[in-house]
């Protein structure tokens, strides 16, 4: 049976230690969210979210000595349910995120956006 081309193996998320710093930092709601008052509609990517949080902070223990990009691979679900997350929960972001910190994950929303379309 073909590979169905509408939903790729991968996501792929262009990343550095400073941007992965600030999508783990951005992420730290997560660690005080009671899932079971969220709505139905985001449990799933909240879920998701806390297992990919799990990894990301791995990721940025794994390259925090090293300085240069590198790509990250997502599944399709975890690339989905990161952007759902980036988009919805934007607002419990930290209040001293500068204008590095938006355009970070104004990019990262817009790249994982056009891959998943």
Not at 43 to 71: G, W
Not at 94 to 99: A, E, I, M, V
């Amino acid at each position: 049976m073909p590979k169905s081309t509408k939903y790729p193996d991968k996501i792929l998320l262009s990343l550095d230690n400073h941007k992965l710093n600030v999508l783990n930092t951005g992420m730290q709601i997560l660690d005080m969210l009671n899932i079971h008052t969220q709505p139905r509609t985001l449990k799933s990517s909240i879920s998701i979210c806390m297992e990919l949080r799990t990894e990301l902070l791995q990721k940025a223990i794994k390259t925090r000595h090293r300085n240069h990009s590198f790509i990250i691979r997502l599944p399709y679900y975890k690339a989905d349910a990161l952007w759902h997350f980036l988009k919805e929960f934007e607002i419990y972001f930290p209040d001293d995120f500068g204008s590095y910190e938006t355009n970070a994950i104004l990019m990262m929303k817009n790249e994982l956006h056009r891959q998943l379309l």
